[in-house]
């Protein structure tokens, strides 16, 4: 008796935004497997699924994970443990299915969840992609760090008293999850001397909707959440230090 041949699970990073930021590889799957499946909310569209559009032919069977946007972590839990049952059907039939994930797929990215249900089960390959992170950093024309620098990534749900503790030991930082969390994170920044040296990114690579400007100069209360907020204690330090040989 043989062994059974399943599909294989593709976690796909198709990049921050333009879809000329998926890689050669991700393009060679995406076009080649059968079955495609991207998370969106519960109404309107997928981003994952509008970066890959360009490039699909209508012959995919699809899968939309339908998240709710809820705090609490129960719905979404339930969302997965369906969509990893979906997913496994078509595993087990041999069909490659492949996750498209916005972004890098373990870069926070909910394919981790999908991955923790299914990994231990059917073979699967994660294609890096070009993260929010690298899209940022190119729209504000900075690097994201120079020379000895560290680099903290801050998701901004962290409690504010943790977000001042931490803000305050940095050299360069990347804020997530922004959101309904901008205030909290505008009194973080202002509480540690940050405030002049944070730039906020909206919707990085995405033609006219992407936004970048100084964080004080940004209007809003809240952030869609495809924004980030890089900061740089020594703002100029790629130019100040450019005569000095790293230590």
Same mark, same amino acid.
């Given at each position: 008796?043989?062994?059974?041949? +399943? ?23 995406? !076009? ?59 595993? !087990? ?17 909910? +394919? ?64 997530? !999850?922004?959101g309904r969390h901008l205030p909290k994170l505008r009194r973080a920044l202002e509480a540690t001397g940050l405030m002049d ?51």
């Amino acid at each position: 008796m043989t062994d059974p041949v +399943f599909g294989t699970l593709y976690g796909l990073g198709v990049g921050p935004g333009d879809p000329e930021l998926i890689t050669l590889k991700a393009l060679r799957i995406l !076009k080649s497997v059968p079955v495609l499946a991207w998370p969106a909310p519960l109404e309107g569209e997928s981003l994952a699924r509008s970066i890959a559009a360009p490039h699909l032919d209508g012959h995919h069977i699809e899968i939309a994970i339908r998240m709710p946007m809820d705090v609490k972590r129960f719905p979404a839990q339930q969302v997965y443990d369906d969509a990893a049952l979906t997913i496994a059907d078509h595993l !087990k039939a041999g069909r490659d299915v492949a996750v498209l994930c916005e972004g890098d797929p373990f870069f926070y990215g909910s +394919f981790m969840y999908l991955f923790g249900r299914l990994s231990d089960r059917f073979p699967v390959e994660v294609v890096p992609g070009v993260s929010s992170l690298m899209a940022t950093a190119a729209a504000t024309g900075a690097p994201l760090a120079a020379r000895n620098d560290v680099l903290t990534i801050l998701p901004a749900p962290l409690d504010e008293d943790v977000l001042i503790k931490r803000l305050a030991e940095i050299d360069a930082a990347a804020i997530i !999850k922004i959101g309904r969390h901008l205030p909290k994170l505008r009194r973080a920044l202002e509480a540690t001397g940050l405030m002049d040296q944070a730039r906020y990114i909206g919707h990085a690579t995405m033609g006219d909707r992407q936004t970048v400007c100084a964080l004080s100069d940004y209007p809003h209360e809240t952030a869609p959440y495809f924004s980030m907020v890089l900061v740089h204690r020594r703002r100029d330090a790629w130019i100040t230090g450019m005569g000095e040989a790293a230590e």
